[in-house]
């Protein structure tokens, strides 16, 4: 069996009573997870928790997601360079950064301004660019009818040390090709899969530049079933092997078995048995 990571999963919207059974349900599937957060506060919040469910876990050594300090566009506030301060503190500590991006979709443009969006997101590629880890900072990133500003912002850029891997991307044509020039990653999740553009692109993008994802929980309102999330978890991965495979006409263990590879060179993710 391959192990699957989900690298774009929303753990912190779990409640903190119900992560240990998920973490020991998706375990025991062979499977993990990044988690993505929202702020950098968010971040240290998520770290803590983390911190105290391991002291008190009565298993000797009790499973934990890969943590990624993020800052989603929707999320900035006035507060943004405290924020930012945060960011750059985090990084420390892990070498993985999401879910950060820009959001151009006009109701959201309406929450945060594109100048305030784009400069944050500016700011975070300068710290990340300063500063250095024993290896790349692995990015996933947000652009909603922003993929070409986005680039724009990579381009300008030393990205020598990091990954920028596109989750969920919904651009044109010619964005998937410019970021895939630039040397970008894709995360395919079911959402992509559902329209006929991306179910297009995902036949398009070099196998060695595909990852997994699911973005779930939907939201941080649903129950606190830990096995529930974690069946759903599995399902959707699963789902989502299977229904790239078809597309792209390749058998699905081997397909797995190439983006595991892919993902134990960004995240340290191993195969099953290796």
């Known amino acids: 069996m391959t192990t699957l990571l989900d690298t774009h999963y929303h753990y912190d919207f779990l409640p903190p009573q119900a992560r240990t059974v998920f973490l020991n349900e998706i375990a025991e599937a062979g499977v993990?997870?990044?988690?993505?957060?929202?702020?950098p506060s968010g971040f240290l919040a998520l770290e803590s928790e983390e911190k105290r469910r391991v002291e008190a876990s009565s298993s000797g050594s009790p499973s934990s997601p890969r943590l990624s300090v993020g800052f989603h566009p929707w999320n900035i506030g006035r507060d943004y360079q405290r924020e930012l301060d945060i960011f750059a503190h985090a990084l420390t500590r892990t070498r993985f950064v999401g879910e950060v991006g820009l959001d151009y979709f006009p109701r959201r443009l309406q929450q945060v301004p594109a100048e305030t969006q784009a400069e944050v997101f500016r700011s975070i590629l300068d710290i990340l660019s300063s500063q250095r880890t024993d290896g790349p900072y692995v990015l996933s990133i947000h652009a909603v009818r922003s993929a070409s500003q986005v680039c724009d912002a990579l381009e300008a850029t030393d990205t020598s040390?990091?990954?920028?891997?596109?989750?969920?991307?919904?651009?044109?044509?010619?964005?998937?090709?410019?970021l895939i020039k630039q040397g970008c990653y894709i995360s395919v999740n079911p959402a992509m899969l559902a329209t006929k553009r991306g179910r297009t692109y995902v036949t398009q993008v070099p196998l060695d530049r595909l990852l997994l994802e699911t973005d779930l929980p939907e939201s941080n309102e649903r129950g606190d079933l830990g096995k529930t999330?974690?069946?759903?978890?599995?399902?959707?991965?699963?789902?989502?092997?299977?229904?790239?495979?078809?597309?792209?006409?390749?058998?699905?263990?081997e397909l797995a078995?190439?983006?595991?590879?892919?993902?134990?060179?960004?995240?340290?993710?191993?195969?099953?048995?290796?």
């Open 32 to 39: 993990e997870v990044v988690a993505q957060t929202l702020t």
């Open 161 to 178: 040390g990091m990954v920028p891997i596109f989750h969920r991307f919904g651009g044109s044509s010619d964005e998937l090709t410019r």
């Open 229 to 253: 999330h974690a069946r759903e978890l599995i399902e959707t991965l699963n789902a989502t092997v299977n229904r790239l495979a078809t597309l792209r006409h390749q058998d699905p263990d």
């Open 257 to 274: 078995a190439s983006i595991m590879r892919t993902a134990q060179q960004l995240y340290g993710a191993c195969p099953a048995g290796s």
